[in-house]
């Protein structure tokens, strides 16, 4: 299993401005995901954030708009820049097991609200 | 365009009775995993099926994954209060490591 700390847990913006969400992991993992999950809806992946490589987008999200870092193998960052209040959502990062099996860990989830 | 659709969206039932959920694509997986989320709580893992055809039980709860691996559904026997959550499946590709969840079922179940 891994633990999953993610800072802010939650915030309040304002229309323009840019927020960076921080991941911590327990342990060393090759990948983390980064989903967004909007008000009793289901989770969207963003990107993959891969260490040492640049992150690989989804359809519908740009790095201009979300940018990732990675610096190593237990962290990881996403900026959500210029918001609006469409950005209101939960922001969660994941990672995969060690063993590979396919199962994810979940954070706690970070949820902006922007005004 | 949700690849994974799942139905139904929202399920409100006494406690004690049956109900089934289902996850519908017409992609094909190399595996389908089923989630399970609370309010405040990221989601967590219930089961994962691989082979088409198998059938997983996890206490009153019994999946299984169809024969062509592009549905699964989730069976939940006498549901009780604790049961209430999202539930959410995911779809894992052979030639890709990202996970794609479906649209969700959001369970109540009434004492």
């Known amino acids: 299993s891994a633990v999953i700390s993610q800072k802010p847990s939650r915030d309040i913006c304002q229309r323009g401005t840019s927020l960076t969400i921080q991941c911590q992991v327990d342990s060393q993992v090759t990948m983390m995901f980064w989903y967004r999950q909007q008000p009793g809806q289901s989770l969207t992946l963003i990107a993959t954030?891969?260490?040492?490589?640049?992150?690989?987008?989804e359809s519908g999200f740009v790095i201009d708009k979300f940018p990732i870092s990675r610096p190593n193998l237990t962290f990881s960052t996403l900026t959500v820049s210029n918001m609006s209040p469409e950005d209101s959502s939960i922001y969660l990062c994941?990672?995969?097991?060690?063993?590979?099996?396919?199962?994810?860990?979940f954070g706690e989830g970070s949820r902006l609200t922007v005004l | 365009t949700q690849l994974l659709e799942q139905s139904p969206q929202f399920l409100s039932i006494q406690e004690g009775e049956n109900l089934t959920v289902y996850c519908n694509s017409s992609?094909?997986?190399?595996?389908l995993q089923w989630y399970r989320q609370e309010p405040g709580e990221g989601p967590v893992l219930l089961v994962t099926v691989v082979t088409g055809g198998e059938v997983k039980k996890l206490k009153r709860l019994t999946f299984q994954f169809g024969d062509a691996r592009k549905d699964s559904s989730l069976h939940i026997t006498a549901a009780q209060p604790g049961d209430t959550g999202l539930y959410l499946c995911?779809?894992?590709?052979?030639?890709?490591?990202?996970?794609?969840f479906g649209s969700g079922t959001r369970l109540s179940i009434r004492p």
């Open positions: 954030a891969n260490q040492g490589s640049e992150a690989t987008y």
């Open positions: 994941s990672v995969r097991d060690r063993a590979n099996t396919g199962e994810l860990f």
């Open positions: 992609s094909v997986f190399s595996s």
């Open positions: 995911a779809g894992l590709y052979s030639s890709a490591s990202k996970i794609i």
